[in-house]
């Protein structure tokens, strides 16, 4: 049974920093972060491959940081310069062949 825990989200004002936190129970080539906000669909943020390669999403450039244990099979996405439209839900995500595998979401709400 695959389990993805996620951690680090919260309240931050605008300008701020969080830190969000993802532990899986087994190793993955690919880890990632999606969010989802309100009305909106799901959309990648940032991913990073067990080799140290990283994916941004344009929102995410610059402000944004991705990277990994892989002795603790733990990806993070450290935020900075947050603004209102970061605001989501933000998931944990692992493909694996045919399937795709989701952290529980946590909330990141950055308020003006």
């Known amino acids: 049974q695959v389990q993805l825990v996620e951690s680090g989200g919260g309240l931050v004002q605008a300008g701020g920093s969080l830190r969000l936190s993802c532990a899986a129970s087994?190793?993955?080539?690919?880890m990632g972060w999606y969010r989802q906000a309100p009305g909106k669909q799901r959309e990648l943020v940032a991913r990073?491959?067990?080799?140290?390669?990283?994916y941004y999403a344009d929102s995410a450039k610059g402000r944004f940081t991705i990277s990994r244990d892989n002795a603790k099979r733990t990806v993070y996405l450290q935020m900075n310069s947050l603004k209102p439209e970061d605001t989501a839900v933000y998931y944990c995500?692992?493909?694996?062949?045919?399937?795709?595998?989701w952290g529980q979401g946590t909330q990141v709400t950055v308020s003006t």
């Open positions: 990073m491959l067990s080799g140290g390669s990283t």
């Open positions: 995500h692992v493909p694996d062949g045919s399937r795709d595998y």
């Open positions: 087994v190793s993955f080539n690919v």
